[in-house]
């Protein structure tokens, strides 16, 4: 691949920088600007008369080639995503003919890209600089699943805003998440990289995320520009296989799947990510119904939008055309900038003569950019991100760190605890077991980023630091992630770094049998390599890969107290697992101080409180299986022998798991929930009152989950709806009473004219530890 030489400076001083940045931070200097990032937003808007003048009058100078200029996003970096890496890249510089660049970070690296951009253009307009800062920009953070069911989200916003500080810091300016794509079938890689499965909570961490990435003032030189993504539906692939067609009601579609994109619209996300997938006959990427009438019409979004990575060009294997005609509808569907295809750089001069686009809708394009530079405070200060003390200052300060294993532990799923098998006592032998024990790669998860994976702590690491010497601990690997020689080298290709022991399955077996009869306690880390999930990663199998379940097997037989510790990107299928573990807990991918959290966990430090986000189905054939369910004429009502109704002939309609669900070493009884009212008018608002009691051992978190059903409805509703939490701290024999408030809109949905109607009549409201183990009540709506 051709390269100019300062495409290669920057790729050589990346690498050698952030090396030397990973290796020896120094924690010196505070930051400088603290956000609050709570308090309502004040950036610019399109209306803001100062950011008009300027821009017109920038504008007036431009080439129509200098505003085509603005609209392409090069690649320019050592990691990429996509089949193509943007080629010479000073030339396009020098030309104007480059807005962005992404996948370039370091102060210095962006710096030197920065100057060369203002020092060698006629008009010195700087470039925004993007990245894939997902969980976290160094220090990582438990994927975004993981991050979601910690239901906490001053958590959330806080990992949000660290990782902001620290790109930030870092030369960047802009990033690409949060990811809110609803996400329902866990087949699906990239259902690691969302909240999950509901729309409430889902607009409720997009909110988050937004507000800790851009913070109060966009400007600022701590805060970064959102982009959310990928608008839209992208979760909703046929099949679960990445990049599948989504065919989808409108009635579900704005009820279930597009609230959390609208709550970051709302919440003053700066720029929007159009999705892969086509909707219903026409791909995001040039559909001017999402990304003009919906997104800008009615949503009022005023920042820009960015393709994915060479969707435009994608639209021809879409079907659409030719390069030229693709580009023609991707500009007047309403994209304004190309990631990496560079069809609109190519095309829009011709268009524009033969009338296809006008130069109206480039300038459309060009000035919401120059807009979100400018709001970014690039103009005034094109340097403002490139600070390198203040880089060395930020970049995995330990408190980011302790952060970041405080997240980690919160967003951790107890799946199962029998007989009080845990918290471990900190003494004794532990076999410690499984491809995920000692392993580092992993810890930090899919699309992690400038993490470093060597600064990652390791489970045995972990267990090492929080119990101390009195635990002896005996190791075996027990199993590889895989034995598939074309899945090993397929996932090496892309980072995987596995790390294959070549012995036999069996001899690594009876090597683990071994090490568990020297033990009190098994303690087994299995689950996937990070690969395994995240873009392109579908999977049709979803159970433990390769022989961990035939491990998991071997060691319970030896009798010993079996600790299942899961590390995995998406709901798996533990039928056998949930029967014979004596306890389990889900700890996604979390992040650089994984093991530090798990083993907080594991030993008590931190009683775990997070719940589950998405569904666990007991077999991949009930996917897609989510709570907020249709009814159907024919419920099965629990009958072995009725044989018509909507069910399975070999299993049951149940998940393994339920959304909601996680347990704690405490437990936690709920009285009946006591309502303001039995009956309120469409305006008025309904109060839910519950009283919790923590009745347990411990002290501990309980998430207080409320969902609604509307009984009659104009079109067929949910079976509920997740419409209020609350995460509360409770001490051992505490009682709290806990009130929610459910307003009108709470009540409101989408009908089939697409109205926003809240529809008088019946309601029952649920209170409960997860969706599956409420207590009800009824009210009514009359008008
Ligand atoms: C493709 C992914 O779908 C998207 O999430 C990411 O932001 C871009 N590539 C840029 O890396």
């Not at 220090?139 to 949000?160: Q, R």
Request: charged content about 20%; proline content about 4%.
């Amino acid at each position: 691949m051709k390269r100019t030489i300062l495409t290669a400076f920057v790729l050589a001083y990346c690498l050698a920088s952030c090396q030397t940045q990973k290796e020896a931070p120094e924690q010196t200097q505070a930051q400088t600007q603290n956000q609050t990032p709570q308090q309502a937003q004040q950036q610019p808007t399109s209306a803001d008369p100062e950011m008009t003048r300027f821009i017109d009058e920038l504008m007036s100078k431009m080439t129509l080639d200098e505003k085509i200029g603005q609209l392409n996003l090069l690649a320019v970096g050592f990691d990429v995503t996509g089949p193509v890496v943007s080629q010479n890249v000073d030339e396009n510089i020098r030309k104007g003919n480059v807005g962005g660049v992404f996948n370039t970070y370091t102060p210095v690296a962006a710096r030197k890209l920065q100057e060369f951009a203002v020092n060698n253009t006629r008009l010195k307009i700087p470039l925004i600089f993007g990245y894939d800062v997902i969980h976290g920009h160094r220090t990582i953070f438990p994927i975004p699943l993981g991050l979601s069911t910690s239901w906490d989200m001053a958590a959330v916003e806080s990992s949000a805003r660290i990782a902001a500080e620290e790109a930030s810091a870092d030369g960047l300016n802009w990033v690409y998440s949060p990811m809110v794509d609803i996400a329902r079938d866990p087949r699906w890689g990239r259902i690691a990289e969302g909240a999950g499965e509901d729309p409430y909570l889902g607009s409720e961490v997009a909110k988050a995320m937004v507000h800790g990435y851009q913070g109060q003032d966009l400007a600022a030189s701590n805060t970064v520009m959102a982009c959310v993504k990928h608008f839209a539906l992208y979760g909703a692939g046929e099949a679960g296989r990445d990049y599948n067609s989504v065919d989808m009601s409108l009635n579900r579609m704005f009820n279930e799947y597009l609230p959390p994109y609208k709550a970051a619209i709302d919440a003053g996300v700066g720029s929007v990510m159009s999705s892969f997938n086509d909707i219903n006959g026409v791909p995001a990427t040039a559909n001017k119904w999402l990304m003009t009438d919906l997104l800008r019409g009615k949503w009022g979004f005023d920042g820009f939008v960015v393709t994915d990575y060479t969707a435009i060009n994608e639209l021809m294997a879409h079907g659409l055309g030719d390069e030229a005609t693709v580009g023609a509808l991707a500009l007047k569907a309403g994209i304004d900038m190309d990631m990496v295809g560079e069809v609109f750089l190519k095309h829009l001069p011709q268009l524009i003569q033969e009338g296809k686009v006008t130069e109206e809708d480039v300038n459309k394009a060009c000035r919401r950019i120059l807009e979100a530079k400018y709001k970014l405070g690039l103009f005034e200060d094109p340097y403002r991100y490139t600070d390198e003390n203040r880089a060395k200052a930020t970049l995995m300060k330990p408190e980011y760190r302790q952060a970041a294993r405080q997240i980690a532990a919160k967003g951790m799923v107890l799946l199962k605890n029998e007989k009080q098998t845990l918290p471990l006592k900190k003494s004794g032998t532990i076999a410690l077991i499984g491809p995920l024990a000692k392993n580092q790669r992993d810890m930090i998860g899919n699309w992690s980023g400038a993490g470093d994976w060597k600064q990652a702590v390791s489970l045995e690491q972990g267990i090492r630091n929080v119990a101390g010497n009195n635990v002896k601990i005996v190791y075996a690997k027990g199993a590889n992630f895989t034995d598939d020689q074309q899945m090993i080298a397929r996932l090496n290709a892309h980072g995987g770094e596995l790390d294959i022991d070549k012995r036999s399955a069996t001899a690594m077996i009876d090597e683990a049998v071994k090490a568990a009869q020297k033990a009190d306690v098994i303690v087994a880390a299995v689950g996937e390599s990070q690969g395994m999930t995240g873009e392109a990663a579908s999977r049709s199998d979803i159970g433990l890969p390769g022989q961990q379940l035939a491990l998991l097997k071997a060691l319970k037989k030896t009798g010993k107290p079996l600790v299942i510790v899961l590390m995995n990107g998406r709901p798996l299928t533990l039928t056998w697992e949930d029967q014979n573990a004596s306890a389990m807990l889900e700890t996604w991918f979390a992040g650089t101080e994984a093991g530090n959290a798990i083993a907080d966990v594991l030993f008590g430090n931190y009683n775990p409180s997070g719940k589950l986000t998405t569904t666990f189905p007991q077999v991949v054939g009930q996917i897609p299986l989510f709570y907020n369910h249709k009814s159907t004429g024919r419920p099965f009502a629990g009958d072995p022998l009725d044989k018509y109704k909507s069910r399975y002939m070999d299993v049951s309609n149940d998940p393994l798991y339920p959304f909601g669900y996680g347990l704690s070493y405490t437990s936690f009884s709920y009285a009946a929930p006591q309502l303001s009212k039995t009956a309120i008018n469409p305006s008025e608002t309904l109060q839910v009152s519950v009283v919790v009691r923590n009745t347990g051992n411990y002290d501990g978190e309980e998430v207080v989950q409320l969902y609604v059903q509307d009984v009659v409805g104009s079109i067929t509703r949910p079976v509920k709806e997740l419409k209020g939490f609350q995460k509360i701290a409770l001490k051992k024999g505490e009682t709290k009473t806990i009130t929610f408030n459910i307003s009108p809109d709470d009540l409101k949905f989408y009908n089939n004219d697409l109205e926003y109607v809240l529809e008088p009549g019946d309601f029952k409201v649920f209170v409960g530890t997860n969706s599956r183990d409420v207590k009800e009540a009824a009210f009514k709506v009359v008008e």
